[in-house]
């Protein structure tokens, strides 16, 4: 890249935000920077000796002091990826650890411990990360855990969730707090609406598809089940009888409504929607049968 095109570069910027951090008491970032007395090097007042000594800045990096409390110069600064600036940075707890001063993030990426866990740990163990760690580690020990059987099976929590395919808590939630059988808890699924499925006719069905399958309306039957506490065969029987029962003619004979869907073997509840549509009871008797 030819020199005058370079100010136009990424690196330049970078450059330019470098002096403005040190150099500008105006600056929002100044006091962390300039303020603490940060300086940039002499042979950096150069862009082309900074470009030359830092490289060409890598996709998804930036600028990062390795020492916090050090200037900007070319033994102190690299190029650096988010998680590197951010155990990097100032604010960060720096443990010893393995022989090693390191930061906290990087302990928890170690040993696989949640860093909330961590330092509630350190916090008892005045910052002992070993004696944290060791706290941790009989925890995990005492900690009971809890055993269900269902279908003749003893599953964890954990294990009955992935084995019928419901959610952990959920589980938790129906066996301890609302106190279902572990049978009951994994047997109550959810249909894709929310609701809950309800047994009917050998199957659990949602109510929707009950009122599909009884060609019935949602809105009686949902009042209907709290008419009846719930009773879905009362609910859905008071359903059917509601619909009101018309004089029609129908092979030469005034038959009800009923008489007729009987006799035609179809749904009362489709055979009243087609009536009202159509106007015309045979109308309405073919579009049933199609």
């Keep these: 890249m030819a020199k005058h095109d370079i100010p ?42 900074f470009l030359e000594d830092i490289g060409r800045k890598p996709v998804g990096m930036s ?10 110069e070319p033994l102190n600064c690299r190029w650096a990826t988010a998680r590197q600036q951010s155990a990097n940075q100032r604010t960060s707890h720096r443990l010893k650890f393995d022989g090693e001063t390191v930061p906290l ?6 040993t696989g411990i949640a860093q909330t866990t961590l330092l509630k740990r350190l916090r008892e163990t005045d910052f002992d990360v070993d004696a944290a760690i060791e706290l941790i580690d009989v925890a995990k020990e005492l900690q009971e855990i809890k055993y269900y059987k269902v279908d003749g099976k003893t599953y964890s ?21 609302d ?4 049978t009951d808890a994994v047997k109550q699924q ?32 949902n009042r209907a089940l709290e008419k009846y506490d719930g009773d879905v065969a009362k609910s859905v029987k008071h ?9 029609l003619k129908w092979k030469k004979k005034i038959r009800s409504q009923n008489e007729i869907c009987q006799m035609e073997g179809i749904s ?9 549509k159509s106007g015309s009871v045979r109308k309405a008797v073919n579009a049933c049968r199609n």
């Design 268 to 276: 009362p509840m489709t055979f009243s929607r087609a009536l009202k």
């Design 8 to 49: 136009t570069c990424t690196e330049h910027n970078v450059w330019k935000g470098m002096w403005y951090r040190c150099n500008n008491p105006k600056s929002k970032p100044y006091p962390n920077y300039g303020g603490r007395g940060i300086k940039v090097c002499d042979r950096w007042r150069d862009f082309y000796l």
């Design 179 to 182: 106190g279902m059988t572990p």
């Design 105 to 110: 993030m990087e302990i928890c990426r170690r």
């Design 63 to 72: 600028l990062d002091r390795i020492d916090n409390e050090g200037n900007y």
């Design 157 to 177: 929590l954990t294990d009955l969730a992935v084995a019928f395919k419901i959610g952990k808590q959920l589980l938790w939630q129906r066996i301890e707090r």
């Design 239 to 247: 359903c059917k009888q509601a619909i009101p029962s018309l004089e």
């Design 190 to 221: 959810l249909n894709p609406g929310g609701g809950k499925l309800t047994k009917w006719k050998g199957k659990l069905r949602s109510k929707q598809a009950i009122c599909d399958m009884e060609d019935i309306k949602r809105s009686t039957f």
